[in-house]
């Protein structure tokens, strides 16, 4: 008796049909790895505005009810390049804050201004508006301000983040 050999292996139907399904699979799996590391860029620049907005408004909170009142012939009030001029608490010093260069800035009499924020985002807009007065010692700051994650080259337009705060605090005076 004849043994019959037969050839193992696959057809050339078989071997098209396992290499286009293998790059369907492959397309589907990158294309979902593409779209998880897209949404952690958003949410990340996100984040990033929404904190350091946070952050800006918390400081400026604290240096509003730590000052004496409002040099309102020197700030800016209502303006959306606004400048707020404080006067601290028994001395003749000033905290002047301001925008300079997009960034939300803070100098005191005689020193440097200091950004309240990081190179990664800017500012468009900061206004200040101001309610009752230091004699009936009921004085109130309100602010708000527009901080965008800044995009540049190696950042797409989708991946930037808008923050929009509205706030403002009470000047504690030293007769209250």
């Not at 979902?32 to 800006?56: I, M, P, Y």
């Not at 109130?140 to 901080?147: I, P, W």
Request: glycine letters at 8%.
């Amino acid at each position: 008796m004849q043994k019959i050999k037969t050839l193992a292996g696959f057809t050339l139907f078989e071997t098209i049909l396992y290499i286009a399904l293998f790059s369907l699979m492959a397309v589907a799996v990158l294309q979902f790895a593409w779209n998880t590391l897209d949404l952690g860029t958003k949410g990340q620049s996100f984040r990033q505005a929404h904190s350091e907005a946070r952050f800006v408004s918390m400081r400026l909170n604290n240096l509003i009810r730590e000052s004496e009142g409002v040099n309102t012939v020197d700030s800016l009030l209502d303006d959306p390049a606004g400048k707020l001029v404080l006067e601290k608490l028994g001395s003749s010093d000033t905290v002047t804050i301001e925008l300079q260069n997009s960034r939300v800035t803070l100098t005191e009499t005689g020193g440097e201004s200091i950004p309240l924020q990081s190179l990664d985002t800017v500012t468009t807009e900061l206004r200040f508006t101001t309610e009752g007065n230091s004699t009936d010692q009921s004085e109130y700051v309100g602010y708000n301000f527009l901080l965008q994650s800044e995009g540049n080259e190696s950042k797409r337009n989708v991946y930037q983040a808008v923050a929009r705060i509205f706030s403002g605090a009470s000047i504690r005076n030293s007769g209250l």
